[in-house]
């Protein structure tokens, strides 16, 4: 009498796994979705960013004198992803040939490329953050898998004591665990991957800070 009521509640708790992961798996496509346009938007801003300094790079060899270009190895070191390098840049004696209207729209360009370069380290911060989010979001999916095959292994001891039906019972319990183990594999691909994004981004705004 009673047997086969253990099963039962461990039935339940398997039943109730899906509605749990759901949620989560939800956030992590929602981060990863957020980086997806952050990286978009880093592109579209990134080639503005190089056609602008193109504009201005190329503006200076037309005007600078040659004597002037030979003496501009200081300049030739500038990182002109960085916002302070374009202030030195637009501060330097090269542009002491070019007529004002000019400077004047030359100006406007190396204010448009440090607002973007501003803009794309924001981003890529923002970037990193959600994949942080997005790596807890993954771990706590990994962690309903691990509860999953603690109830499979339950699920198997119980079933040593049920009279008859033992091997569907272990039979559900080896698929579980079989479905828990090619989740797990595909989870730590991903976790890596998580992982080294979050660090490269870390990098990149590490190397664009101002």
């Given amino acids: 009498m009673g047997q086969g009521k253990p099963l039962l509640a ?22 990863c ?28 060899c037309r005007y600078a ?31 002491d040939t070019v007529p004002s209207l000019t400077r004047e729209n030359m100006n406007f360009l190396a204010n448009r490329c440090q607002i ?8 890529l911060k923002h970037s990193a953050q959600c994949l942080g989010k997005g790596k807890m979001a993954a771990e706590n999916i990994k962690a309903i898998g691990i509860t999953a095959r603690y109830l499979a292994l339950y699920i198997c001891i119980e079933a040593a004591y049920l009279s008859d039906k033992q091997s569907n019972f272990n039979n559900l319990a080896k698929t579980i665990t079989e479905t828990i183990d090619r989740l797990d594999e595909q989870f730590k691909s991903m976790t890596d991957i998580l992982v080294e994004g979050e660090f490269l981004l870390q990098q990149l705004t590490h190397e664009a800070r101002v």
């Avoid at 980086?35 to 193109?54: E, F, M, S």
């Avoid at 390098?85 to 090269?94: H, Q």
């Avoid at 501003?118 to 981003?123: G, N, P, R, V």
């Fill in 10 to 31: 461990l039935g339940e708790i398997l039943s109730d796994l899906p509605s749990k992961i759901t949620p989560e798996v939800k956030e992590l496509e929602s981060w």
């Fill in 33 to 60: 979705a957020q980086v997806a346009k952050n990286t978009a938007k880093c592109a579209d801003l990134g080639r503005h960013h190089y056609q602008q300094i193109c504009c201005l790079v190329a503006t200076i």
């Fill in 65 to 95: 004198e040659e004597s002037q270009l030979a003496n501009c190895e200081d300049l030739a070191k500038l990182d002109l992803t960085r916002p302070a390098d374009i202030t030195r840049l637009m501060k330097s004696s090269l542009f």
């Fill in 116 to 123: 973007n370069s501003a803009e794309i380290t924001q981003l």
